[in-house]
């Protein structure tokens, strides 16, 4: 039975290990070693890989160190930012770990060779798995470092089309600050004020707020909306396009 145990890093980071056969497992997004290398030793696991989604230091910065500990292989989208790689992704390229395949996909916006994760629904996963790193998070989106908001409104559309029920693990705990600011976007929206109620007692208990779905995020992350009327009007933008729309939205995230 696969499963994904969720290691919080630095002050807001999730770092992911994904298990399969029986004891082994891939990293993903590790900034620091020394969480995930007691995560290893104490559900008595092997790394086998590590997953990074960009070059960004606080998704990264501990690859090296497991791959110096415990012999394993680092893969990622750029060839020169991310130390010690073994392995450089192209999109919709297959990765395959016994009988797990994960599929990348290419998705430049938080920076220029951003990719995701995606391991499809199979015999053994009832819903498929996104891990998503600074790209899309629950209820919002990464910032703009090395390109512009068409771009990354491409990439998030290239996850909006993947299966309604793929569960969402993203990056960061971003998660109530960005439904704040969708709530302050769009203050009668009944949907954002009930995940607002549900993430809050997940955080009183000290529990992560990933996964989401893809449905979920379709039908309340403003990032992937901007496209709708309702978007458009709570922007004063009726008549402007998608993108421009997405660029606003973008920049008022950056300020909030």
Do not use: W
């Not at 630095?10 to 004891?23: G, P, V």
């Not at 297959?94 to 920076?111: A, D, K, Q, R, W």
């Amino acid at each position: 039975m696969n499963s994904i145990i969720t290691i919080k890093a630095f002050s807001d980071n999730l770092i992911y290990l994904y298990c399969y056969n029986q004891n082994d497992a891939i990293a993903i997004d590790p900034g620091e070693s020394s969480p995930v290398l007691k995560t290893l030793e104490k559900y008595e696991l092997s790394l086998t890989a590590i997953l990074a989604t960009h070059h960004h230091s606080d998704h990264v910065g501990g690859a090296v160190e497991l791959k110096k500990k415990t012999g394993c292989k680092i893969i990622g989208g750029d060839n020169k930012r991310i130390a010690g790689i073994d392995c450089v992704v192209e999109s919709e390229q297959i990765l395959t770990f016994g009988n797990i395949n994960i599929e990348v996909i290419s998705t430049p916006g938080h920076t220029s060779t951003s990719v995701c994760y995606y391991i499809p629904r199979n015999n053994e996963n009832e819903t498929g798995i996104l891990f998503t790193g600074d790209t899309l998070f629950v209820a919002g989106c990464g910032r703009l470092f090395e390109c512009d908001a068409q771009t990354m409104r491409d990439s998030l559309r290239k996850l909006a089309a993947l299966p309604d029920n793929t569960n969402l693990y993203c990056g960061h705990e971003y998660t109530l600050e960005n439904y704040e600011f969708a709530l302050k976007i769009e203050p009668d929206n009944s949907l954002i004020l009930q995940h607002i109620a549900e993430i809050t007692k997940k955080i009183q208990k000290g529990e992560p707020t990933v996964p989401s779905t893809i449905a979920v995020e379709k039908a309340i992350n403003p990032f992937l909306r901007t496209d709708t009327d309702r978007i458009k009007t709570a922007l004063n933008m009726p008549h402007a396009d998608a993108a421009e729309v997405f660029e606003e939205l973008r920049r008022r995230k950056d300020i909030y």
